[in-house]
């Protein structure tokens, strides 16, 4: 396909979310995580798996977010799930870590749920984007038949 995108598509929330996921993943990799975080008590292996999709998501979302061609599409689904499903994972992992060693408070009950309620807008945001793609699709092949 290789008709231009429209450029109003670009979700300046989804943007503003990629830039700064992706600078924070990118500064815990180089520097390390913050002490005393929830990070910080997270498997090493299960961190550096996390950080590679949220880093990996963040800039591969924001190259298809910016591509000027209908494959950017393509690209930023694949972007927006490996965020979804890192930040759906982390929420998910910090919520276990947190029951498991009692400490939920006020201040704490939104560790867990917010990473899991912003991996599952990304993931909507992806489903939004493959339906997009789909019209596109069937746009394409009707002008193809005619």
């Not at 996921?21 to 798996?49: D, H, K, T, W």
């Not at 949220?54 to 490996?82: K, P």
């Not at 910090?94 to 990304?122: E, R, W």
Request: glycine fraction near 10%.
């Amino acid at each position: 396909m290789r008709s231009p995108k429209s450029p109003a598509r670009q979700d300046p929330f989804e943007v503003v979310l990629c830039v700064v996921f992706g600078i924070s993943a990118l500064l815990q990799c180089f520097y390390g995580s913050p002490p005393n975080s929830a990070v910080e008590n997270l498997p090493p292996g299960l961190r550096m798996l996390w950080l590679g999709l949220t880093l990996s998501g963040c800039l591969t979302t924001l190259v298809g977010v910016f591509a000027r061609r209908v494959w950017g599409y393509l690209i930023e689904q694949i972007g927006l799930g490996a965020l979804g499903w890192s930040l759906f994972a982390f929420g998910t992992q910090l919520l276990t870590m947190q029951i498991h060693q009692q400490t939920i408070s006020a201040a704490t009950v939104l560790g867990g749920p917010l990473p899991i309620a912003l991996g599952v807008a990304f993931l909507w945001k992806r489903r939004q984007v493959s339906q997009d793609l789909k019209t596109l699709r069937a746009i394409r092949a009707r002008r193809t038949a005619s």
